[in-house]
């Protein structure tokens, strides 16, 4: 199986010539999740579009990949915070800066005050008002099966694999990729993946300050909801990097915090820093340890993601051994019997004995802007009726400069 060879930085690229070529390279003719989901093109697939939801809403919302602050005109944003504002712990400081260089040499490790996961891999908060963080799954010979940082833009190849296996995930989605790839995040939800938040622009959480840390949850929570119409009640900070002043900020959102035990390091590849050889032995060892009987009392969650070609790929090449290593592979929340995993009731996740018994999907009406029977990805946007022409308006020129940013990760 060949999936498309774009990673975040290459999909910012190909989205500028196609803005550059727009009038005869790759012109865009889908205007509904349905068609999207058909290109098979990698290319046309990371062509930027239009979706007039969006556009519209941009006013509303930082600046795309940029670190959010709260927008000193939006008064619901400002009446959320200090609403929760009141319960963020004042004691506890920003570590370091949101580009991971963490200047506080004094932080004592050993008494992990703040219980700093990126120091110690804490996950049970020292503030008893605070919920413990999801590092494990209660299921026995169980993987908790989800990737982070879609919707990735040539992500259909590795979507299709997923559908023809029958196998719902819980996807991790960044604020300003949903804004990015409207159309991708709506396939995802329309085929069952559970969705969770990943931040506004993917940085390190305990750099921001508590309103910037609060503006990147708070924005990518409401891209998700204009989006795909529900209001996520989990997420995933980006790098693990999240302590009990980050922790109360998103129990002030209703965000449940899940993180991992084990990692594939798959994200480094692109980077140069960790070889593919490398990667494949942290799967390896991963499934070893299922083999041996590591995870026969309690489940386990593993790092992976939606990032580039390397990832999906890999992701795509170790199912197999995934589904020979472990009784189950299920989203997060079906681990945790989470029927109702968004704040709106439209939408459910089937029990984990009715997953496992092979109802993976219940209720996946959650989209506001397209429709689907349970396990299809022939929805069509009721928002986006209106073609692309070869003459790109103002408002599309807008749109993809202010969204054609790199991931850095």
């Not at 449940?256 to 960790?274: A, H, K, L, P, V």
């Not at 990832?311 to 945790?336: C, E, H, I, R, S």
């Not at 009406?365 to 396990?375: L, Q, R, V």
């Amino acid at each position: 199986m060949r999936l498309p060879v774009f990673s975040p930085k290459f999909t910012a690229i190909a989205a500028l010539v196609g803005l550059i070529n727009f009038n005869s390279v790759h012109a865009r003719t889908a205007t509904s999740e349905g068609d999207e989901a058909q290109i098979t093109d990698p290319v046309e697939e990371c062509t930027a579009y239009y979706y007039a939801p969006v556009t519209d809403a941009l006013d509303g919302f930082p600046t795309i990949w940029q670190p959010a602050s709260i927008l000193s005109n939006d008064t619901e944003a400002l009446n959320t915070w200090a609403n929760i504002s009141q319960s963020v712990p004042t004691n506890i400081y920003p570590h370091g800066d949101i580009y991971g260089d963490w200047n506080d040499t004094s932080y004592n490790v050993a008494s992990d005050p703040d219980c700093w996961w990126t120091k110690s891999l804490c996950t049970t908060p020292k503030l008893s008002s605070l919920p413990s963080d999801i590092a494990s799954i209660p299921e026995p010979e169980t993987m908790g099966y989800g990737f982070d940082d879609g919707p990735n833009c040539s992500h259909n190849a590795f979507y299709d694999y997923l559908l023809e296996q029958n196998q719902k995930a819980t996807m991790f989605f960044i604020g300003s990729n949903v804004l990015d790839w409207p159309y991708e995040a709506m396939r995802a939800i329309d085929e069952g993946h559970e969705i969770c938040a990943h931040t506004w622009s993917h940085h390190y959480m305990t750099g921001f300050s508590s309103e910037d840390a609060f503006a990147e949850l708070y924005y990518s929570i409401k891209a998700i909801k204009l989006v795909l119409g529900v209001t996520p009640t989990c997420w995933r900070p980006p790098f693990g990097d999240v302590d009990d002043r980050i922790r109360a900020i998103a129990e002030g959102l209703g965000l449940q915090t899940i993180i991992w035990q084990y990692d594939s390091f798959d994200w480094e590849e692109q980077s140069g820093n960790i070889t593919a050889a490398q990667v494949y032995a942290n799967y390896d060892n991963f499934i070893a340890k299922a083999g041996n009987g590591t995870f026969d009392s309690e489940g386990s969650i593993m790092l992976t993601h939606e990032l580039n070609n390397f990832t999906m790929q890999t992701a795509v090449t170790y199912y197999p051994k995934l589904k020979d290593a472990f009784k189950y592979l299920v989203p997060v929340g079906v681990a945790l019997n989470k029927t109702q995993p968004y704040v709106e009731t439209n939408y459910s996740l089937p029990t984990f004995s009715e997953y496992v018994a092979g109802t993976t999907t219940t209720n996946s009406s959650g989209s506001s802007n397209s429709t689907t029977s349970s396990g299809s990805s022939t929805s069509q946007s009721s928002s986006a009726t209106a073609a692309l022409s070869h003459t790109m308006d103002s408002t599309l020129f807008a749109m993809i400069f202010l969204g054609i940013f790199v991931l850095a990760v």
